[in-house]
DNA sequence: CATTATCCTTAGGCAAGCGAAAATACAGGG
DNA sequence: CCCTGTATTTTCGCTTGCCTAAGGATAATG
């Protein structure tokens, strides 16, 4: 009865099941995820944010948010702005497509966890959040700055706008 | 209800967690995710398997896992060897160098998890690991054809039939 | 046999990431 | 002012991981 190495299947499936339904979801929406999650920040900041402050929260390079964006750019999601404060920043703003965009194309993950989470019984969704939680801080033990976008958009109760 | 919420940035918390940890992991090994996972795989399957069975334990293409292979045959970690019972077949095996470094680099999930698993309490291990495989059922349901994501611009169904 | 199916590789392409270095802008000290 | 240091972003060149499409061999089957 190894338990440990049965979570340890059970862990991997999850993940397993989320790189790949995402992989999914981006081809089929056209936008892919790593895209999708830069629109998404930008609308949690309330529709602008610097560069800077999205390689800080995605934990990714400068660099990697200027290919990014300028992809996002090209495709009409986003545009850029020079800021009138200091004018070595760019505001990166989300167009009305962008925004039309991101109603359409919900989190993969978000959606198919809500939707059977909330058929649950009451305890049973106690009991796996404390669960989760319980293994989150396990994993998590290290200074990663976790709390990405993904959690909270579809669910329009945003109540952890960082 | 924010359990809902605080479940999915939960998820989210391990599914970064895990990301972050192990591109670290496999920086400092020298080996990158992919590749350690092929030969975890490897090694899993008695130390020899086809490409093929590879690729569909991976949920990835035939080529991509060719070009795993190349890169870890020329970096010596596994060899290829003609199976005699089918010549189409390909057997990848672990070289001593493979198991050496699989050795020194273990799985990221695995240390990190195991380590905090195995201090806990029996039925809080129970509880865990009932919550975690009730997660991953969650995701993990093969229905995902059927799933409302994506009613918008659906072109392409079944990218993924391989 | 001749087809068809299976397994693997080749070739070419795209997305996402990185580090290094350039370009620009602000901020102070002298 | 100018000089230097620092901050922000972009550019450039590269790597990794993944894909599809198109073979090449080798079974399996009609």
Known sequence: MDRTDDSLIALRRILRATELYERDLASAA???PAKLRVMQIVQMKGGTTTPKALATQMGVSQATITGLVDKLVKEGMVNRAQSSMDRRQINVVLSEKGEATLDRAPDALQ???VREFERLEDWEQAQLLSSLERVAAM???RDIDASPVLTV??????????
Chains 1, 2 share one sequence.
């Open 153 to 162: 958009g579809a669910l329009d109760h945003d109540k952890r706008a960082n």
């Open 30 to 32: 056209g936008v892919t």
């Open 111 to 113: 959606q198919r966890f």
């Open 139 to 141: 994993l998590d033990a």
